[in-house]
Every structure is written in C-alpha cells, then in structure tokens.
C-alpha cells in the first residue's frame, strides 16, 4: 500500500518543483496554508528571473528565457503563501496562490487532518481515498495533491515532532517510525539552513542536534541501534547526529553520577534536591532517567543468554 511518505518520495530528497497551476492551498481555506511567505522557497529558494523585454538581449548567454515568462521558483512549500518577487507590481502581487483543487476538497472533506492543524497520515491513505471516493478524484491527481501535502513543511514538522499516523477518521493508528521523524528534523533542517544567515547557522545546527536528540530518547531504541538506523552517506549530517549520541551519553553520565550519589545519601528524593538546591521534578527525572540506562544493559545481557 502507498505510504503517504511514499507519495512524496521522501521527505529528504528536495522534490521537484510544482507547476504554476498546481499550487497547494494558501488561502482558501485560510487554515489550510497560513505558513508565511518566508516557506515559500523552503526546498531550494531561488528568486524569478525577469523575463526578457521583447527585442532586447539575453545578458549571459542564458537563451532559457527566449520565450518571455518568468523561470518557475524552485520547489515552494506546498501549503505557503506565494514569495514576493522583488520590484513587480502587476496587480496580482502579494495574492495568495490559487488553491490545489483537490487538496482544497480533501480541507472539506476532512478538516482536522488538512485543516489548521496537519496529522500524520497513516499508510496506504491513498489507496483508501480513492476508494471512498471514486467520483470526486482522479488517481493521478489525488497522487499529485498527496505528494504536495506531504513534502509542505507543516506535514513534516508534525512527523518530525513524533505525533503518530491517523486515519481518515482522525483516529490513531500506529505510532511514527523512528526513522521517519528522524529524516524529517534533518529535511527541516536542510530547508531552514537554506534561508538561515550565515551567522546564525551555529544556532541552528545546536536545535538540530536537541531535536535529534530528543528524537533518539523518544524512539526507546538503543543508541547504537538508533545510529544504525538512520546513518547516511552524507558526512555533514552524520556528525549532526553523532553530537546528539555524544550528547546523550554525557546526560547519561551525568544521571548516573547522581543516582550513585542518591543511592548512598540516604535520604528521600525531595530530602535529596533539597539538599543539593534542585527541583525536585528535575530529581526524580534525572534518576528516572539512570534506572533505564542501567535497565538497557541488564536486558542486552539477558537476550544474548537467551
């Protein structure tokens, strides 16, 4: 069945650039695409080139252009509001792109799952579309439309938070694939760096890095297995993910000093931040925290007795 990840070939690779025609909503319904302009070159910016006045020449050899219009943006966000193009003030100007008809029915259709607020979809929705309904879409264009959904940052940015995959009733289904968040922080990454000042690309890289984080505590999956998982062949992204691992061992470390340091204290959780001037919530998560790590050995060691 086609997953809707599927449909979008991969929400690491930068799709390929939508025609003109078939502009995912921005505007109507509002819901459906308030992501600001600045989206709007999210998987490759680029700006439009002025078309050549009619009888002038073509500067630098470029002869793309020999038939007036403007060269296509590269890959806008599927659901952001149009980017401004410099200097033009035709009347159409800062209006909002016409919605894709068929993700315009599917904000009809089904509200809470294109509507203010992207989910998840689960596998094989495609599939289950069409087969609801067969008179309202066609195959090629239900697929096109999903494909957009799928590869707008707001879809990613709901996989990449670890929400889980919905049906058409807006039920939960299953939860996301480890490897499915994961390539989705590095997919925003890419596009934000894209847009991102020189000098605030450190930032940038150090959110990247908690978020990855955050991703490999959420997934349960061993470290070592996580990083199996989803290594690539890209070195860039790769160190990306092995200062996140580096991060987490130092958190370990760290929980485990102080659970050492609780175990021979003696006294009670709330006795204990108190007396070294914590918050108790803090504490109890901290020690949490280096139970499992202990927990994650004790049961390797038991399956390979096994």
């Known amino acids: 069945m086609t997953d809707t990840n599927e449909i979008a070939a991969s929400s690491t690779a930068a799709p390929a650039a939508p025609e003109a025609t078939q502009a995912t909503p921005a505007a109507a319904p509002d819901a ?6 600045t989206d709007a070159a999210s998987a490759a910016p680029g700006q439009a080139r002025k078309p050549r006045r009619r009888g002038g020449k073509n500067r630098g050899g470029n002869k793309a252009g020999a038939q007036g219009g403007t060269q296509a943006a590269a890959a806008p966000d599927a659901n952001a509001a149009p980017a401004k193009t ?10 909002a792109r016409t919605p894709h008809p068929v993700l315009e029915k599917l904000f009809e259709l089904y509200p809470g799952l294109f509507g203010a607020r992207f989910l998840p979809l689960k596998r094989g929705v495609y599939e289950e579309l ?13 697929k096109l439309a999903m494909g957009l959904h799928a ?3 707001r879809y990613l940015e709901s996989v990449a938070a670890g929400h889980p995959r919905h049906d058409l009733e807006g039920q939960v289904v299953e939860p996301m694939a480890p490897e499915h ?7 925003l990454y890419r596009r934000r ?3 991102t000042p020189e000098e605030a690309r450190d930032d940038l890289r150090a959110q990247t890095v908690t978020r990855i984080a955050r991703a490999i505590d959420a997934s349960g ?5 996580y990083a199996v998982l989803v290594r690539s062949r890209d070195a860039g992204i790769n160190a990306i993910v092995d200062e996140a691992l580096a991060s987490l061992a130092g958190q370990d470390a760290k929980a485990e ?9 003696g006294k009670s959780e709330q006795e204990f931040a108190e007396m070294y001037g914590m918050k108790h919530g803090e504490v109890v998560r901290t020690l949490q925290r280096a139970r499992t790590a202990r927990q994650v050995p004790a049961a390797q060691a038991t399956a390979s007795a096994d």
Do not use: N, W, Y
Not at 86 to 95: A, V
Not at 130 to 142: A, C, G, I
């Open 32 to 37: 459906i695409a308030e992501q600001a302009s």
């Open 86 to 95: 410099g200097k033009g003030k035709g009347k159409d100007q800062g209006k």
């Open 130 to 142: 069409v087969t609801r309904h067969p008179d309202v879409f066609k195959p090629e264009d239900l």
């Open 151 to 153: 590869r707008s940052t």
């Open 181 to 187: 968040v994961h390539h989705a922080i590095l997919e």
């Open 193 to 195: 760096q894209m847009r």
């Open 221 to 225: 999956l061993p470290r070592e297995d």
């Open 257 to 265: 000093a102080l659970l050492r340091a609780f175990e021979a204290s």
